[in-house]
């Protein structure tokens, strides 16, 4: 562990860096957020001067600058210092008036995340709407089944009804792209999203901020909102243009169509209204008094013998019709159709045929009853105007849905890209910084030897020191016994001297 710590502060004093945490995201600072003054006086005074201290000490370190202007701040007198320090107040009090108007501007993932809260909520509330129209569609579906086992064609009407009734009206141009927003409006909407994000700020407050941020961009920031509107601009009315060529032809056919059928179908019940008008009013003019004598049939088969012999008709009759199955016996309700239908004309002059033919020879058997008319299969009923409004908009929900799929598929198609984009970025960026720790690790084993060999020459050099040292302390004590001995000689050469003159006296 001593180890490590030792290895770990080397390679920090070397320039390296401890990795930040996993956990903890960066936070990055808004440019346009307002800059607080520093400094004081001597700020403004360094910021005014700082160009002209840098030619001073060209070619030095930085902190040359900050040196040579706190010297020159030393010399400057109470009036010249006091305008800077005033100075200095009116910055301050402009930055804490920026700072209230100022709202700080959501970043791509917090506004991601916005966004993707506000898309879940429409989405569950859209499927909340869904299972609700659906119970309500099974509902009227169950009634609408009891009513058609009554009447098929009230049920089909009634159950075409309850359909369109029950689906809301949409959009004719569901897939329309909306109209983009101005550049202001685009810069205004991302401001608020900041706004909401981070505190509860009045709107009053966030159109304030906006227009003074705007005012505050100049024409170089607002030409990127401009530059990005002229392009979604351009989309839409090629989108528009599209889709209201394609809608338009769909809807000139099916109108086409339409109206195809209901000349038909009105020409149809104005013939059957006629036709029953005419018969009402012949059979009013033909209709006979009750009370009227009847005229007595001519020949044999008018005097009663019909009338005698009818009991015996009757059974004859029965026992000759053949029976249908069940599967091909009409209903009820074409039985009352077909009672009244018209014979084609071959079998009606086969009957009359037969008819007359029984007047004229009694004594042979009359002719089985005729069945009646099986039902010819029925014609797929006309869609009312509502019913094709309903299949086109459900035709359009289906293509919308599957073009919302395509678009989901492609953007999360370019999302797993970017993705992969990113994680070949981050593994270059991981190889770089393996690179840059192995030089750098190298770099700490240079330094080390380095540190090294410098111990080593130090402890050279004390060694050479001591050496010294002592060298001169045995100069010293040389030249001390040096001096002993002359000063012994010196006094042995006055008392030779002092001898020799006393010798001589």
Request: hydrophobic fraction near 30%.
């Amino acid at each position: 562990m001593a180890k490590y710590d030792a290895d770990m502060n080397a390679f920090i004093d070397a320039g390296g860096g401890v990795k930040r945490k996993a956990g903890t995201q960066a936070t990055t600072k808004d440019p346009a957020a307002p800059k607080k003054p520093v400094g004081g006086g001597f700020g403004c005074f360094l910021a005014q001067n700082r160009a002209a201290f840098s030619k001073d000490v060209k070619g030095q370190p930085a902190t040359a600058v900050t040196k040579l202007a706190s010297k020159k701040w030393k010399y400057l007198s109470e009036d010249e210092k006091k305008v800077y320090q005033e100075e200095y107040e009116m910055k301050k009090a402009g930055y804490e008036q920026a700072k209230k108007l100022y709202v700080r501007l959501a970043t791509d993932r917090e506004a991601e995340k916005h966004v993707k809260k506000v898309r879940l909520a429409m989405g569950n509330k859209e499927a909340a709407k869904g299972t609700e129209d659906a119970e309500k569609a099974a509902a009227k579906e169950k009634s609408a089944e009891k009513e058609i086992k009554a009447k098929a064609k009230v049920a089909k009407a009634a159950k075409a009804k309850a359909k369109a009734k029950a689906s809301p009206r949409e959009s004719r141009r569901p897939s329309m792209k909306v109209l983009p927003l101005a550049p202001f409006d685009c810069f205004y909407a991302q401001i608020r999203a900041g706004a909401r994000l981070y505190n509860s700020v009045p709107i009053s407050a966030i159109g304030k901020s906006a227009s003074y941020r705007w005012a505050m961009l100049g024409e170089d920031g607002r030409t990127a909102y401009r530059e990005e509107y002229e392009r979604q601009k351009a989309e839409y009315e090629a989108v528009k243009s599209a889709e209201l060529a394609g809608i338009d032809q769909e809807e000139i056919e099916k109108l086409g169509e339409i109206q195809t059928r209901s000349a038909c179908m009105r020409a149809f019940i104005d013939a059957g209204e006629k036709k029953g008008t005419k018969r009402k009013a012949d059979k009013a003019v033909t209709m006979k008094d009750p009370t009227t004598p009847k005229k007595p049939a001519e020949g044999a088969l008018g005097s009663g013998f019909p009338a005698q012999n009818s009991a015996a008709f009757s059974a004859d009759a029965i026992g000759h019709q053949p029976q249908l199955p069940p599967s091909l016996a009409p209903g009820k309700d074409a039985q009352q159709e077909h009672e009244y239908a018209p014979l084609p004309s071959a079998e009606k002059e086969e009957t009359e045929k037969a008819q007359s033919t029984a007047c004229d020879s009694p004594a042979l058997p009359l002719p089985a009853m005729l069945l009646p008319a099986v039902p010819l299969p029925a014609m797929p009923p006309i869609l009312p105007l509502e019913i094709a409004k309903y299949a086109k908009r459900r035709e359009k929900e289906r293509l919308e849905k599957l073009e919302n799929n395509r678009r989901d598929l492609e953007h999360y198609k370019g999302k797993a890209r970017r993705e992969r984009d990113r994680r070949r970025d981050l593994e270059k960026e991981v190889e770089r910084y393996k690179r840059k720790g192995k030089r750098l690790e190298e770099d700490v084993e240079h330094y080390k030897k380095k540190a090294r060999r410098e111990r080593d020459q130090r402890k050279d050099l004390e060694n050479d020191v001591g050496h010294y040292k002592r060298k001169a302390t045995r100069e010293r004590t040389k030249r001390r016994d040096l001096e002993d001995r002359l000063e012994v000689l010196s006094v042995l050469y006055l008392r030779e001297g002092y001898r020799v003159q006393a010798s001589a006296a």
